[in-house]
């Protein structure tokens, strides 16, 4: 056996992953475990958890693979600052820090991290995305996308994979940068850099693309090929500390939004523009592998290939024939793509793929607690809980699911990426009109107009969404059918901004985007039975095969990991029940919470 660990961290969502003779054993981001959101530190949690699932300790490895090369990326940083200089000296300072006290260093963090003697592989940052991307889709052969902020130099690759070999054709340098570009606009309409790109996707469908043609003709010249140029006199993130600086401010008519102050149509307008901007690129880069490769099938990484919506637009446009994006498209996907391409390119291990059926296991590759683990927690806790039968449990779920009950739901290996998908889930009632905004400021804590995801019986999916294939990673958006959706009145139809949600639109409208959109995940009985079988039970009792689902969590806080995260998110919000594999809690029946113990020691996962 051939055990080899793949390691992403100092940036932001550090991971580790571990493969063994080419099977992806486990896979875990290191903020579900320290309860950081985006854990930039050493993944010393997560691979710990990895080697304990593989039954093996750290000199048992064979190999130990980091996602980049950090001595390009440092040569890069001072490259740019000298390019700028003077300018950039504040940054220039602020960073160096870090760099010279930890992140120059990655062997020596790596090996006192890990307790690991042996020697060190590096692959470079877009490599580590497109072995995350093609290594393990379902494909023989393949083009590849990767696109993200940056990382040596790259920040956008063309590649193509066939059999157990990638190769990358071309690429886009730093600082001209699609992620960049969607991170520039999410820091101007108030949100977090590197964590609030999705919330300007969400956005996007309440405003107007008004601001299009001003971003084509100042900030970024787009060529026929996908290939683009910025206009670095708008940006800041060369040599400041932020993303924009004034001539954007005065280009866009003010400064940027103030965190959690109100939002304008000025910012739902701005989100919709650059989302439009960033699906024409994507467009044009997937027509250009194509024509370049030759090849039927797409797989895509990078942390923009997190956009959903333009993922969806690539694969209705035909371009081709079907397309595979990594589930954890961002840094932590890193981590996974370094082990995969050192067991196949640098190990040279043959690889088959049968254009049907990937190898990411659903992405259940995290922690899982056994029934045994769980009821030793409550009892310590002292919270009043019942044991479902396995067999009765999907009932009893769909029959709170139908009385418009919103539940926290964990069982089973929680997911590895960002997305939850039926293991570590809020879950609710797709069919109720009052639920988008109750699970949005009573459960999330989070902003109203975000949208929630629906989870559908895959052999369902055609019958309610304007597709004809599964999505089982949530990365594809697709419209509603359009006899489930609800025609609107003429009154309605002039709703402007946020107003928008007032408005029902379909069957389904919790999860129906003011757009009739929906980012979708399909449920396959094989891969998480469970969460299958609560929804085909719900579908017998209510004819909808649809429920809500979103990730287990509340704003600012990474998705739950163990028992313990799972009772506390519950306790701290007005979720009505917690299932716990087949413990079920009840709150009106649980003690006041009071969280003097520190309730993560309970368990140890290192």
């Known amino acids: 056996m051939t055990n080899i660990l793949g390691i992403s961290c100092f940036y932001h969502d550090s991971a580790a992953a571990l493969v063994r003779d080419g099977d992806i054993l486990a896979a875990v981001q290191e903020e579900r475990f320290t309860r950081k959101k985006h854990d930039p530190s050493f993944p010393k949690n997560a691979a710990g958890y990895c080697l304990k699932e593989a039954g093996i300790t750290a000199n048992e490895l064979d190999h130990v693979v980091f996602y980049d090369k950090p001595l390009q990326k440092f040569v890069r940083l001072l490259e740019t600052y000298f390019a700028f200089a003077p300018s950039g000296i504040q940054s220039f300072l602020t960073s ?13 963090e790596i090996h006192k991290g890990l307790g690991y003697e042996g020697k060190l592989l590096y692959a470079r940052h877009h490599e580590s995305h497109a072995a995350s991307a093609f290594f393990p889709s379902p494909f023989e052969k393949a083009a590849i996308i990767t696109i993200d902020g940056v990382g040596e130099w790259t920040t956008t690759s063309i590649g193509v994979g066939e059999g157990n070999s990638i190769k990358l054709l071309n690429e886009i340098r730093f600082p001209h940068s699609l992620g960049m570009l969607y991170t520039a606009f999410t820091y101007y309409t108030g949100f977090r850099v590197n964590s609030g790109e999705y919330k300007v996707m969400g956005l996007a469908p309440y405003g107007k693309p008004t601001y299009v043609g001003l971003i084509k003709k100042h900030l970024i010249k787009i060529h026929d090929d996908g290939s683009f140029r910025m206009n670095m006199k708008y940006f800041n993130y060369c040599q400041g500390l932020t993303m924009t600086n004034g001539r954007f401010a005065r280009l866009f008519g003010g400064p940027p939004r103030k965190p959690e102050s109100e939002l304008t149509q000025r910012e739902m307008d701005l989100a919709r523009s650059v989302q439009e901007v960033c699906e024409e690129i994507m467009l044009k880069l997937a027509r250009r592998a194509k024509e370049q490769t030759g090849k039927n099938y797409l797989c895509l990484a990078g942390g923009v290939a997190l956009n959903c919506v333009a993922n969806g637009k690539i ?36 690889r088959e793929a049968d254009n049907t059926n990937d190898k990411q296991k659903g992405s259940y590759l995290g922690p899982k607690f056994s029934s045994e683990e769980i009821e030793k927690f409550l ?44 293991s570590r889930s809020i879950i609710g009632d797709a069919r109720s009109s009052n639920m988008q905004k109750t699970m949005n400021l009573k459960i999330k804590y989070r902003e109203s107009f975000r949208p929630f995801a629906p989870t559908v019986l895959e052999e369902k999916i055609s019958d309610w969404f304007e597709t004809d294939r599964p999505s089982p990673y ?58 299958h079988k609560i929804i085909k039970a719900f579908e017998d009792k209510t004819g909808c095969p649809v429920i809500i689902n979103t990730s287990f969590n509340v704003r600012g806080e990474p998705i739950v990991c163990t028992p313990q995260d799972a009772y506390l998110c519950f306790m701290r919000t007005e979720m009505d029940y917690l299932v716990l594999e087949n413990c079920l809690l009840d709150k009106t029946k649980q003690p006041e919470l009071k969280e003097e113990k520190d309730w993560r020691k309970v368990f140890e996962l290192d």
Not at 319 to 348: E, K, R, V
Not at 383 to 391: E, F, G
């Open 96 to 108: 160096m820090p870090a760099w010279l006290g930890q992140k120059l260093w990655t062997e020596d």
């Open 379 to 422: 009892k310590e806790r002292n919270a009043p809980y019942k044991i479902v039968p396995r067999k009765e449990l999907p009932g009893r779920v769909a029959e709170l699911i139908a009385d418009e009950k919103v539940i926290g739901l964990a069982q089973g290996r929680m997911e590895f990426g960002p997305r939850a998908l039926g």
């Open 315 to 350: 694969l209705r446009e035909n371009i081709f024939d079907d397309i595979w994006i990594q589930p954890a498209a961002g840094d932590a996907g890193g981590a996974l793509g370094a082990a995969l391409a050192c067991w196949y390119q640098y190990l040279n291990n043959p």
């Open 474 to 531: 949530m990365l594809l958006v697709a419209q509603v059918k359009k006899e489930k959706q609800r025609e609107m009145t003429a009154e309605e139809k002039n709703h402007f901004g946020l107003d928008k949600l007032n408005v029902m639109r379909s069957e389904v409208p919790a999860i129906t985007h003011v757009d009739y959109s929906a980012r979708i995940q399909s449920v396959n009985k094989d891969v998480n039975p469970l969460y």
